[in-house]
């Protein structure tokens, strides 16, 4: 028998179980439980209760094995055995997450990709940046190829380019036909273009390219929801950053009150935009009492690659994430600063002058095998560091 009720605890995942399965059928269920969580969650056959989790990879880990978990079962074995599967109870917002397709820089090896983070901001997908083998990564990662709207590209050295003709070339063998835009240098449609002519390689899909200017802060794309701005980094080549961030949420209402109150859902929606207003009985209902300040609107930046400038702080002050590139250690302070990259200090450095909530780091140079040294020395500036590496999927 499908369990319909919430548990005793009324626990989130309960509700969220017993709506899943009262709309949906249980494969569908299943496998929009895995999407919530990232992780690809298919049932063993249709109609099942069983499905299959696997963890994402973790650059210098073994991949961890597929495990058989069953919905219909206590909800115990898949709580505490898989983190991926306890982030579930925290998704009561906006999606807004990074998965990290790739953390080296150059060139990639067996444990780390290059350059590539997809994103999922309210329901749009974006990609930034597309070295080689990322779209191999997506498969990987389980991220939703098609869905990908916009491509972001920082500069044209290849850690960040060279994926992108073979990405192009996919979604369109794959039957793509809604539009993609690429915001990208001057030069890249250029450049991928003429790969795609010699290889005859007609897209069946609209592609709509955009320059990006390293002159200031641009705004490249903007909805109802989400905005992406673009700003100048400095680099041996041209280079912008991004910064992707989601609009003020509207007013919350303060449901209690309104119990009391007779009002129409035509003044709920003004009370939301932030009006007073004046209900049937007369009564004039300030906003102030009604309503509740939204939930921040949260905010991500990705610096990547850029030598250390204070400057960079100024476009990135005060976002929730700072991504930051940190290809050397502090022994190759000369080098990196001779090839315009930074080091783990650096970034630090930027993320407490911005005063940034949580700092991630990037780019690796493929001459350090092991991460945690370059979380340990930016630490020591800015203690919220994480490094991103391949495989990680980050809640904003
Ligand atoms: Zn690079
Ligand atoms: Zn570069």
Not at 97 to 118: F, H, I, K, M
Request: aromatic fraction near 8%; glycine fraction near 6%; charge should be positive.
């Amino acid at each position: 028998m499908i369990e319909r009720k919430p548990c005793a605890d009324n626990c989130r995942r309960c509700v969220l179980r017993a709506g899943f399965l009262k709309k949906r059928p249980r494969s569908a269920a299943l496998r929009a439980v895995g999407k919530q969580v990232g992780v690809k969650a298919r049932p063993r056959k249709k109609g099942a209760t069983e499905f299959k989790v696997q963890a994402p990879f973790e650059a210098g880990t073994r991949p961890t094995p597929i495990r058989t978990y069953d919905l219909m079962k206590s909800s115990e074995p898949y709580r505490n055995k898989c983190h991926w599967i306890s982030n579930f109870a925290s998704m009561s917002r906006q999606t807004f997450e990074v998965l990290v397709l790739g953390s080296s820089s150059a060139s990639p090896d067996t444990e780390r990709g290059v350059s590539g983070q997809y994103l999922n901001i309210c329901e749009r997908h974006f990609l930034i940046d597309c070295g080689e083998g990322v779209q191999i990564q997506l498969r990987r990662y389980k991220a939703r190829f098609q869905s990908v709207a916009a491509i972001f590209i920082s500069h044209l050295h290849g850690d960040h380019i060279f994926g992108l003709p073979g990405f192009l070339s996919s979604m369109h063998l794959l039957g793509r036909k809604n539009p993609l835009t690429i915001y990208g240098p001057p030069r890249l449609r250029e450049t991928i273009m003429q790969l795609l002519t010699v290889s005859d390689t007609q897209l069946n899909y609209p592609v709509e390219w955009v320059e990006t200017k390293n002159d200031g802060k641009h705004r490249l794309y903007e909805d109802e929801k989400t905005e992406v701005w673009s700003f100048p980094l400095d680099h041996r080549i041209f280079c912008t950053g991004f910064l992707f961030k989601e609009k003020p949420l509207p007013r919350r209402i303060n449901k209690e009150l309104l119990a009391e109150l007779t009002i129409s859902v035509a003044d709920i929606m003004r009370l939301k935009a932030g009006e007073d207003v004046e209900n049937e009985e007369g009564r004039l209902i300030k906003n102030a009492e009604a309503t509740l300040d939204p939930p921040a609107a949260r905010s991500y930046a990705y610096c990547c690659d850029t030598a250390f400038r204070k400057e960079t702080a100024e476009y990135v002050k005060g976002v929730d994430v700072l991504c930051h590139e940190s290809t050397f250690l502090k022994d190759h302070e000369v080098r990196a600063t001779a090839t315009r990259h930074s080091t783990a200090e650096q970034a630090a450095t930027v993320a407490q002058l911005a005063g940034v909530g949580r700092l991630l780091l990037t780019h690796f140079s493929a001459r350090y095998r092991y991460v945690n040294d370059f979380v340990r020395e930016a630490s020591a500036i800015f203690p919220a560091t994480e490094a991103a590496g391949d495989g990680k999927l980050f809640k904003i």
